[in-house]
């Protein structure tokens, strides 16, 4: 079993939708959550993080970790063509500066 | 501010061929990160860099993958004798302190295809 899941999708929503992406995990030693995302034949790019549980916000992305449930979820509003991607989350553990990536899942934001 | 540069950036080899990728990584970045991310998964952490030592390699398969950053800035990852399954994406990527690892920043990545 993977240490994090991810849905690989693709995820097709129309021009202005909701975009919900989530990763679960099995490792409770994680207490940092992040989000990136991958354009095609490019390096990943970090949207956000959290530490701990809680919520996030930035602009229209909001991100949200449940660690009782060892789910992470990001939630992208007012969904562009521009934010067509692949989103990865990554988790790190308190110590060291390791990431454990999930699989990514694709989105495609049809105009 | 420039990013983290690779090349090349697309290679094509034979298996049991060798090959070598190059990064430079933003300036000022003490730490520097190799992953492999198999087409349609997630980045591998292959090996960490702080400064020239290494911090991490558990996941560097150390029979034909090697590494160096021999002045603390710029640094070369060989793969020798190529696989099959080594076709991937390599990507480069650096932080600035040991500590602040989620701020990575990543290279544009080496494609490599080995047939």
């Known amino acids: 079993q993977k240490e994090v899941e991810q849905d690989p999708g693709p995820l097709s929503v129309p021009e202005g939708a909701i975009v919900s992406l989530n990763c679960t995990y099995s490792?409770?030693?994680?207490?940092?959550f992040m989000w990136y995302r991958q354009y095609s034949r490019k390096g990943p790019e970090l949207l956000m993080y959290?530490?701990?549980?809680g919520n996030k916000e930035d602009g229209r992305f909001t991100a949200q970790v449940d660690k009782s449930s060892k789910y992470i979820s990001l939630f992208i509003r007012d969904s562009q063509p521009s934010d067509s991607a692949t989103y990865l989350c990554?988790?790190?553990?308190?110590?060291?500066?390791?990431?454990?990536f999930g699989g990514g899942t694709r989105v495609l934001v049809k105009p | 501010e420039a990013g983290v540069a690779q090349s090349p950036r697309y290679k094509i080899i034979e298996k049991r061929q060798s090959v070598a990728f190059w990064c430079n990584p933003i300036?000022?970045?003490?730490?520097l990160y190799w992953y492999q991310q198999i087409l349609g998964q997630g980045p591998k952490l292959l090996i960490q860099?702080?400064?020239?030592?290494?911090?991490?390699d558990s996941q560097l398969p150390k029979d034909r993958f090697s590494a160096e950053r021999l002045k603390g800035v710029d640094s070369t990852l060989k793969i020798q004798p190529a696989k099959l399954e080594d076709s991937a994406v390599y990507l480069c990527?650096?932080?600035?302190?040991?500590?602040?690892?989620?701020?990575?920043?990543f290279g544009p990545g080496t494609r490599l295809t080995v047939t």
């Open positions: 990527a650096s932080s600035l302190e040991y500590g602040a690892s989620y701020e990575q920043y």
């Open positions: 490792n409770s030693a994680f207490q940092y």
């Open positions: 959290t530490y701990s549980s």
């Open positions: 990554a988790m790190k553990k308190a110590a060291g500066n390791k990431l454990t």
């Open positions: 300036s000022g970045h003490a730490t």
């Open positions: 860099f702080q400064n020239n030592g290494v911090v991490d």
